[in-house]
C-alpha cells in the first residue's frame, strides 16, 4: 500500500519570496551563463596524451 504524501511544513522566507516574485517579476541573473560548447577548456590538452584523440 502506498504512503501517503507529509505536508510540506510552512517556511515563512519562501512565501515571502514567492509573493516579491509575483509583483516584481523574475530577478535577471548577475551572471550570463555561456553554454558549454562555446567555454574556454579549463584545463590544457596533455601533450604527451594519444596525438590521435587531440581535437
Same mark, same amino acid.
Given at each position: 500500500?502506498?504512503?501517503?504524501? $507529509? @505536508?510540506?511544513?510552512?517556511?515563512a522566507?519562501?512565501?515571502? +519570496?514567492?509573493?516579491?516574485?509575483?509583483?516584481?517579476?523574475?530577478? $535577471? @541573473?548577475?551572471?550570463?551563463?555561456?553554454?558549454?560548447?562555446? +567555454?574556454?577548456?579549463?584545463?590544457k590538452?596533455?601533450p604527451?596524451?594519444? @596525438?590521435?584523440?587531440?581535437?
Open positions: 500500500m502506498a504512503k501517503r504524501k $507529509k @505536508p510540506k511544513k510552512f517556511d522566507d519562501a512565501e515571502v +519570496r514567492a509573493i516579491a516574485r509575483e509583483r516584481v517579476g523574475t530577478v $535577471k @541573473p548577475g551572471q550570463v551563463i555561456v553554454p558549454k560548447d562555446q +567555454r574556454k577548456p579549463k584545463h590538452q596533455d604527451l596524451a594519444d @596525438p590521435d584523440a587531440v581535437s
